[in-house]
């Protein structure tokens, strides 16, 4: 990299891979030679930004990053995944495993020479992991877990370990940067035995450098920071035995690589741990933790908390190459608000709008943040966006789906860090270049074409809310009262009868209209609807009135007797012959009600024979028996006189 403002990145979308230069220079996307014209499986710069790798169905290509000529071709096809070693020297490819009697064509991890494209050495991996073979930062040693024991190869000699570390029940391990490297191994908790990390320096495996043991441990998560000096360890277990958390426990310990400190970093909120990030030049971390709205703060090199920034709906935290800001934001099922945070000051710069991002990463400069949506995480909206660290949208590509997409690494030191931070760029609104358009209109690979330009030089618009969701048929009709139609049988009844008046009342084959948009049951006529529908407004207009009248009264009145209001008594003593008067069926109501009374005293009755002792509003209710027995007597008399 010549100019040090330049810089890169490279995707991976549905049928085409492509480069661009990113901002702070003019985004333009560059002409790739040979790019593949089917589907590629992997993408990935090597570590230091030489070499930019793909693999296709046939073949992995490897291509010089600066001038993108093609350096090396390994004929290898199925190729899931490539990987390079920290100085680019060596490629790591692995393929879906296949049982076979043959030893070597059961091998699908294989490690390749970069510049010649031959073979080295290869093993046998059945699962993917992208941590399965680990890297000294000078190349010297590669390790692989096995059962038992930890190998370490020479790239040169990869047919036999050179070192091996055994400990019983390894699990999992990792190699540290730095110019002296250390590994560290975990073995889960088993039975009354607690879980155990140990810490080793490469090479000198009879003494451990640091120990730590604790329970609640049943896998780990090992955060190095960047010069190899410090280590992270986050256990988590499958199940909360408290109950309070649907992801299980989890916990964060924290060692030094000299053996001469470890602790338990104590965190002042329930909860899970979200994420962890170290900041690249000081020995101090972030930690996300909690139930949410989850906690942020920052820790010395003695896991001491030094700041808290806070609680709110978070999950993710970056420092950028320089230490100088961090991202705290919420991805996944959170609303995708992003913080940016001035380390120096301890202030928030801004926060910005990343809903739906699947991918966040900061630019080898420091000062830009890419955000990313990527399927199959989601299958919308896929593109990539560019910030400042001021909140300025400085970049925008659409595609029709995207599922990978990596800054190309720098040296730090061609971005050097200012004493202030840079002000704002201006927006820029970037509209997709005709290979994205291509893409997104068909399905075929399109070729490399100019780049993209700017639109305009204010930030974007932000995306309108969505609002509350209403299904497609419900959408314009909302909106116009009509619409279009929504099924074939709407179709037919609008040629039929002509667009309704209103669009509240759903299509029904075989029902037609009346007066006011009501329809009528299929087979009915037009006249007994009518009917019907007056009867019901005057039925039910008048118990409205006769309800309002009995609660004037006083009277105790119930609501609850759909018989009765059918024109059905229950009781024998009570089934004159149905009236369509709406008297009659409140004294049918009443009569029930009261007939309800008296089953209530008869089992007060009961109690007063068995010598329980009845409280005075039960002795009241059990004296107003002979008035109730009037008031049945009288209203049975006047619907027999209503119905003779």
């Known amino acids: 990299m010549s100019d040090r403002e330049l810089t890169q990145f490279a995707y991976r979308s549905q049928k085409a891979i492509g480069v661009f230069n990113a901002p702070p220079a003019a985004a333009e996307e560059l002409v790739l030679p040979n790019k593949p014209t089917d589907e590629t499986k992997a993408l990935g710069y090597s570590a230091n930004g030489k070499y930019l790798a793909w693999s296709s169905a046939t073949e992995v290509r490897i291509v010089d990053a600066e001038s993108l000529n093609t350096v090396s071709v390994i004929a290898r096809p199925s190729i899931v995944s490539v990987q390079f070693s920290p100085s680019g020297t060596y490629v790591v490819t692995w393929e879906r495993y296949n049982k076979s009697d043959d030893f070597e064509a059961s091998q699908n991890l294989r490690v390749w020479d970069s510049v010649t494209g031959e073979q080295r050495g290869a093993f046998t991996q059945k699962t993917f992991s992208d941590r399965a073979l680990q890297w000294t930062d000078d190349e010297r040693y590669c390790a692989k877990l096995f059962s038992g024991e930890v190998r370490f190869y020479a790239p040169t000699a990869l047919s036999k370990a050179a070192l091996t570390l055994k400990l019983d029940g390894i699990t999992a391990f990792s190699v540290s940067p730095g110019l002296a490297p250390s590994v560290a191994v975990f073995v889960p908790e088993r039975g009354s035995k607690p879980a155990l990390v140990r810490m080793y320096a490469v090479g000198a495996f009879t003494r451990a450098v640091a120990n730590k043991t604790f329970f609640k441990a049943e896998s780990v998560d090992f955060h190095w920071h960047k010069l190899g000096t410090n280590l992270l360890v986050m256990t988590h277990t499958e199940v909360d035995k408290t109950g309070r958390s649907y992801y299980g426990e989890s916990s964060l310990y924290f060692l030094a690589a000299a053996g001469n400190f470890d602790c338990r970093v104590v965190l002042n909120q329930e909860g899970p741990i979200h994420d962890v990030a170290w900041n690249p030049v000081e020995k101090e971390f972030v930690v996300v933790y909690g139930f949410m709205p989850a906690r942020a703060a920052l820790f010395n090199h003695r896991a001491e908390m030094v700041f808290d920034f806070g609680v709110a709906h978070r999950n993710y935290v970056r420092f950028n190459p320089h230490g100088r800001v961090l991202v705290i934001a919420g991805f996944g099922n959170l609303s995708g608000v992003v913080d940016l945070w001035d380390r120096k000051k301890l202030k928030k710069l801004c926060s910005i709008d990343g809903h739906g991002t699947s991918s966040c990463e900061w630019g080898p400069d420091g000062r830009h943040l890419m955000t990313a949506t990527l399927s199959p995480r989601l299958r919308v909206d896929n593109g990539i966006r560019i910030w400042h660290y001021t909140g300025t949208l400085v970049f925008r590509q659409e595609f029709k789906e995207l599922y990978q997409v990596d800054w190309r690494p720098a040296n730090i030191a061609k971005f050097p860090q200012r004493s202030a931070l840079s002000p704002a760029p201006p927006g820029i609104a970037v509209v997709a270049s005709s290979s994205a358009s291509t893409e997104a209109a068909s399905d075929s690979a ?127 003593e009570s089934k004159p012959a149905a009236s369509s008067s709406s008297a009659d069926i409140e004294a049918l109501k009443r009569i029930r009600v009261l007939k309800k009374k008296v089953g209530q005293i008869d089992a007060l009755t009961k109690k007063r024979d068995d010598g329980e002792i009845l409280a005075p509003n039960q002795q009241a209710k059990l004296d107003s028996r002979s008035q109730i027995e009037s008031e049945i007597t009288q209203l049975s008399a006047s619907l027999t006189k209503l119905n003779a």
């Open 446 to 572: 399109s070729a490399n074409s100019s780049a993209a330009t700017p639109a305009s030089a204010t930030p974007a618009a932000p995306p309108k809310p969505a609002g509350a969701y209403r299904p497609p048929h419900a959408r314009t009709r909302e909106a116009t009262g009509n619409g279009a139609p929504r099924s074939l049988s709407d179709i037919a009844e609008r040629v039929t009868f002509g667009s309704p008046a209103s669009a509240a009342h759903r299509a029904v084959p075989g029902a037609a209209y009346v007066a006011g948009g009501n329809r009528i049951p299929v087979g009915a006529t037009p006249d007994m609807a009518a009917k019907a529908a007056a009867a019901a407004a005057t039925d039910k207009k008048s118990r409205r009135r006769n309800r309002k009248k009995t609660k004037a009264d006083g009277s105790d009145y119930e609501s609850d007797a759909p018989s009765v209001a059918a024109g059905v008594a229950t009781d024998s």
